[in-house]
């Protein structure tokens, strides 16, 4: 899921070596775009999505399963210092 920001990032940084004005100025925004989507806010959807569907297999234990990857999810999106990076 994560590499799907990379092509746009990729494209971003072909136009602005070929010096294309109109598309650095529209891909760099779109990568960012794209980059929040799917790096930051779709993240904890994809990670809780198999603990919804199936979360009757794991019974009162798919609590603590979820409480530990959201735990780990923030851990990759904050630093020790609070600022964001991974």
Not at 44 to 55: A, T
Not at 68 to 84: A, I, P, R
């Amino acid at each position: 899921m994560h590499k799907r920001s990379n092509s746009v990032l990729h494209l971003a940084k072909a136009s602005h070596a070929a010096q294309v004005p109109i598309l650095k100025d529209i891909l760099l925004p779109l990568f960012a775009i794209v980059f929040f989507v799917v790096r930051v806010a779709a993240s904890p959807f994809s990670l809780m999505w198999p603990l919804i569907s199936q979360g009757s297999v794991l019974g009162h234990y798919a609590v603590y399963v979820s409480v530990m990857q959201m735990y780990l999810y923030f851990l990759q999106v904050y630093d020790n210092s609070g600022k964001m990076g991974g």
